[in-house]
């Protein structure tokens, strides 16, 4: 049988009740490692537990087993399958209401997830590359600090093939529609942009500009405020300026 034909026997199957020959072609389908038809188990299990928590279990009267099958147009002779075939039935609709009505919670739940994730990978991208150039060979450490440029202070690592790493602290964010730009000055040439970055709340900054850096041909490492899309050359004073002798 084809996964579509035996999706809606999952949930019996999950709770043991599942008859032939969707039994047999189900278990079939999980040995092989149908995809389709984990995932549809998964679901099922899911579903079948949560219901299975949501209420402590009771026996019906024999009076009532024969009202809910009398509904049906069923008659009962013996106890046999049917019962828990029906309670299966309106396990699966009480289901089948329920997280459909929560599917888009679920989607919203899953899509905020994908984002975090991803900015943590993003994150731990960075950190990797500024780890890589404060341990690597060859970095030059230049420290700054307060002075007629700003209050912030920080240091600048510079590695020849690994790139620049900027900290600073005491750097307010920059204001809407504005961010925070660095640029690599070669000696006696123009500033080379290196990059746009934002501050944090408290004033703490890093920014990591990867790639190879000639350390002999460069003056100084510096960070101006610019629109928030950058600029090719500086528009406004230096805030910062590390100096290599």
């Known amino acids: 049988m084809r996964c579509e034909e035996l999706s809606d026997h999952y949930e019996l199957y999950a709770m043991g009740a599942a008859e032939e020959p969707e039994k047999s072609e189900i278990r079939e389908h999980l040995n ?3 995809e389709d038809c984990m995932a549809g188990m998964s679901r ?3 579903i079948t537990s949560f219901l299975s928590g949501t209420a402590p279990l009771a026996a019906p009267s024999p009076k009532l087993r024969r ?3 009398a509904s049906v147009g069923v008659e ?5 399958w049917m019962p828990l075939l029906v309670m299966a039935t309106a396990l699966s609709l009480v289901a089948a209401v329920y997280f459909s009505g929560r599917e888009h919670e679920f989607a919203v739940m899953a899509n905020s997830l994908r984002v975090q994730l991803g900015r943590q990978n993003v994150e731990l991208t960075r950190l990797n590359e500024a780890v890589a150039i404060i341990n690597g060979v060859g970095t030059t450490t230049v420290a700054f600090g307060p002075g007629k440029n700003g209050p912030s202070n920080g240091k600048v690592y510079m590695n020849p093939s690994q790139g620049v790493l900027l900290v600073a602290s005491n750097l307010r964010p920059a204001p809407r529609g504005k961010k925070y730009e660095m640029w690599v000055i070669p000696k006696g040439g123009k500033p080379v942009p290196a990059g746009l970055f934002q501050s944090e709340t408290d004033g703490s900054a890093m920014h990591v500009q990867p790639g190879s850096l000639n350390l002999g041909a460069t003056a100084a490492v510096a960070v101006t405020l610019e629109d928030e899309a950058g600029s090719l050359e500086p528009t406004s004073p230096i805030l910062i300026v590390a100096a290599l002798e």
Do not use: W, Y
């Open 32 to 34: 092989r490692g149908c």
């Open 44 to 46: 099922a299990r899911s």
């Open 67 to 69: 009202r809910i099958l």
């Open 76 to 80: 009962q002779r013996r106890f046999g």
